[in-house]
């Protein structure tokens, strides 16, 4: 099991193989350290040694994340030493296969947009607007598909105007289903604007941990990516593999919770000029995230999760890093 521990005042121990949560130093539970997945703390409180060499020894992730929904740090296991995963993958910098890759993570961003397009077209009004936007994705594929493989920096700028206007037309197509309460006018990124941008960070967020610990597993490098350029602190690698799961598992659910009324504009407030949401509201978004991670569907003709699609795109990656696989992004059509 994935384990939460929110809000403040509240501290992680251990006592024997049981990680203990306490709230002004008494115990409010406790689970077996075999049982947990990964350890995703926020708001303020603490962790001992004990407990932290305890997740460690048994390859347990924890993560911290901020009252923003930013990654502040992740504690991972020992890494696999795959010397041979990360000589490819610097290797790569300079051949065709940087370029493919970037490609391919954006082109099955784009497919991943048009689905979701289309999807919403089915029960709405202005479905031939969708639509349109939709049939312009499909357009600015084939401008993609037609860019010839080279080293990423010699056409990483090209790759990046497709993917901008792209992003224009999915959310533009996206700001017509959105009820006007919400405020919401485009895709405002890290510093939130309004409440669907809140929950689209916070979602993003979630979802950056699962991919992190996925290539972190795969002995890649989080640090080199290919689309996204190396700088200093940036997990570069991580931010080209979440472009193909942003859609299906964190927009199609923010999506939903604002439109069935799961969620409400007095449920954020404003902290710094940033629209955060509230605690309540919170553990249902992350609560939702997780479920989506966990649900099943059928890709590539087999039963699987997104979690487990994840896992297969992070080895994905290094497979074909090493010649002995194709990589194709991880899209679905509807």
């Known amino acids: 099991m994935k384990l939460f521990v929110e809000g403040f005042g509240k501290s992680v121990a251990r006592r024997d193989n049981q990680i203990l949560i306490k709230e002004n130093d008494k115990i409010t539970n406790y689970y077996i350290i075999d049982d947990i997945e990964q350890l995703i703390i926020t708001g303020k409180g603490s ?55 970037a490609k391919s993570f954006i082109k099955a961003k784009i497919e991943n947009q048009k689905a979701v397009l289309g999807t919403l077209s089915k029960s709405r009004e202005n479905s031939q607007f969708l639509l349109e936007k939709r049939d312009n994705l499909t357009k600015l ?26 992003a224009n037309e999915y959310w533009d197509g996206i700001k017509t289903i959105i009820p006007e309460e919400f405020n919401f006018e485009n895709r405002s990124g890290r510093y939130a604007k309004d409440p669907v941008n809140s929950m689209l960070n916070y979602g993003y967020a979630i979802l950056q941990t699962n991919i992190v610990n996925s290539l972190y597993l795969a002995g890649l490098d989080i640090y080199c990516g290919y689309l996204h350029a190396e700088r200093y602190g940036r997990m570069s690698l991580v931010f080209d593999l979440i472009e193909e799961f942003r859609q299906q598992i964190v927009d199609k659910t923010v999506f939903s919770m604002v439109n069935k009324n799961q969620i409400k504009v007095d449920d954020f407030e404003i902290k710094d000029n940033i629209v955060i949401i509230g605690d309540d509201k919170r553990r249902v978004l992350i609560s939702n995230i997780m479920k989506k991670l966990k649900s099943n569907l059928k890709y590539n003709d087999e039963d699987t999760t997104y979690e487990e699609i994840i896992f297969y795109q992070a080895n994905l990656i290094s497979k074909f890093l090493l010649k002995k696989e194709q990589y194709i992004g991880f899209s679905l059509r509807w």
């Open 141 to 166: 594929i084939s401008q993609l598909d037609n860019l010839k493989n080279r080293p990423v920096d010699d056409m990483r700028n090209n790759i990046l105007g497709i993917e901008g206007i792209a």
């Open 47 to 101: 962790i001992t040694f004990d407990a932290m060499s305890l997740l460690a020894s048994k390859n347990v992730e924890t993560i911290v994340l901020n009252w923003k929904g930013e990654v502040v740090y992740q504690l991972l296991p020992t890494q696999n030493k795959h010397v041979n995963v990360k000589k490819e993958q610097y290797s790569a910098l300079n051949d065709y296969r940087s370029g493919y890759l």
